[in-house]
Protein backbone atom coordinates (compact mmCIF):
# COMPACT_ATOMS: atom_id res chain seq x y z
CA UNK A 1 0.00 0.00 0.00
CA UNK A 2 1.37 3.34 -1.23
CA UNK A 3 1.42 6.69 0.78
CA UNK A 4 -1.91 8.20 -0.64
CA UNK A 5 -3.97 4.76 -0.44
CA UNK A 6 -2.94 4.49 3.28
CA UNK A 7 -4.04 7.65 4.01
CA UNK A 8 -7.10 7.15 1.78
CA UNK A 9 -7.62 3.81 4.18
CA UNK A 10 -7.41 5.32 7.25
CA UNK A 11 -8.93 8.52 6.34
CA UNK A 12 -12.20 5.92 5.44
CA UNK A 13 -11.31 4.44 8.70
CA UNK A 14 -11.62 7.70 10.61
CA UNK A 15 -15.18 8.54 8.58
CA UNK A 16 -16.63 5.20 9.13
CA UNK A 17 -15.43 5.12 13.03
CA UNK A 18 -16.54 8.99 13.48
CA UNK A 19 -20.57 8.14 12.24
CA UNK A 20 -20.46 4.91 13.87
CA UNK A 21 -19.45 6.63 17.67
CA UNK A 22 -21.41 9.36 17.55
CA UNK A 23 -24.49 7.33 16.43
CA UNK A 24 -23.63 4.66 19.58
CA UNK A 25 -23.72 8.03 21.75
CA UNK A 26 -26.68 8.96 20.73
CA UNK A 27 -28.12 5.39 21.56
CA UNK A 28 -26.28 4.95 24.80
CA UNK A 29 -27.92 8.27 26.20
CA UNK A 30 -31.22 6.83 24.87
CA UNK A 31 -30.85 3.75 26.12
CA UNK A 32 -29.52 5.46 29.66
CA UNK A 33 -32.75 7.66 29.26
CA UNK A 34 -34.75 4.20 28.75
CA UNK A 35 -33.40 2.09 31.83
CA UNK A 36 -36.02 3.69 34.28
CA UNK A 37 -38.67 2.41 32.56
CA UNK A 38 -36.91 -1.04 31.84
CA UNK A 39 -36.73 -1.66 35.09
CA UNK A 40 -40.92 -0.43 35.42
CA UNK A 41 -41.47 -3.19 33.03
CA UNK A 42 -39.49 -5.77 35.07
CA UNK A 43 -41.70 -4.64 38.23
CA UNK A 44 -44.73 -4.72 36.07
CA UNK A 45 -43.81 -8.25 34.96
CA UNK A 46 -42.82 -9.36 38.40
CA UNK A 47 -45.92 -8.19 39.41
CA UNK A 48 -49.64 -9.32 40.50
CA UNK A 49 -51.18 -6.81 38.63
CA UNK A 50 -49.25 -8.32 34.68
CA UNK A 51 -51.04 -11.79 36.33
CA UNK A 52 -53.99 -10.50 36.55
CA UNK A 53 -53.68 -8.91 33.14
CA UNK A 54 -52.77 -11.82 31.50
CA UNK A 55 -55.80 -13.96 32.90
CA UNK A 56 -57.97 -11.30 31.76
CA UNK A 57 -56.24 -11.52 28.45
CA UNK A 58 -56.34 -15.06 28.38
CA UNK A 59 -60.32 -15.36 29.65
CA UNK A 60 -61.46 -12.38 26.52
CA UNK A 61 -62.18 -9.87 28.88
CA UNK A 62 -59.75 -7.16 27.29
CA UNK A 63 -60.45 -5.44 24.00
CA UNK A 64 -59.53 -7.89 20.51
CA UNK A 65 -58.04 -4.01 18.67
CA UNK A 66 -55.95 -3.80 22.46
CA UNK A 67 -52.11 -4.18 21.78
CA UNK A 68 -50.92 -6.69 23.99
CA UNK A 69 -47.37 -7.90 23.19
CA UNK A 70 -46.58 -6.86 26.91
CA UNK A 71 -49.06 -9.99 28.23
CA UNK A 72 -47.39 -12.13 25.97
CA UNK A 73 -45.25 -14.80 28.09
CA UNK A 74 -42.28 -14.59 25.97
CA UNK A 75 -42.22 -10.83 24.93
CA UNK A 76 -40.33 -9.32 28.07
CA UNK A 77 -39.00 -12.28 28.93
CA UNK A 78 -37.52 -12.06 25.40
CA UNK A 79 -36.72 -8.24 25.78
CA UNK A 80 -35.04 -9.12 29.69
CA UNK A 81 -32.90 -11.89 28.27
CA UNK A 82 -31.76 -9.32 25.02
CA UNK A 83 -31.05 -7.13 27.55
CA UNK A 84 -28.40 -8.81 29.69
CA UNK A 85 -26.56 -10.22 26.87
CA UNK A 86 -25.96 -7.21 25.71
CA UNK A 87 -24.97 -5.99 28.84
CA UNK A 88 -22.94 -8.62 29.08
CA UNK A 89 -20.98 -8.33 25.48
CA UNK A 90 -20.42 -4.57 26.43
CA UNK A 91 -18.68 -5.77 30.07
CA UNK A 92 -16.90 -8.37 27.81
CA UNK A 93 -15.36 -5.29 24.91
CA UNK A 94 -14.25 -3.09 27.84
CA UNK A 95 -12.68 -6.39 29.58
CA UNK A 96 -11.09 -7.07 26.12
CA UNK A 97 -9.78 -3.11 25.95
CA UNK A 98 -8.83 -3.23 29.14
CA UNK A 99 -6.69 -6.19 29.10
CA UNK A 100 -4.86 -5.04 25.55
CA UNK A 101 -3.80 -1.19 27.38
Excluded at 1 to 13: L, V
Excluded at 25 to 39: A, F, R, S
Amino acid sequence: MNQIERIQYMEEILDQATKLLHNFETLLDEYEQMLPKLMELVQYYESDEWKKDFIADENGILPNDLKRGVLSEDGIYNLLDLHNELVDKMKMIIKTRESNE
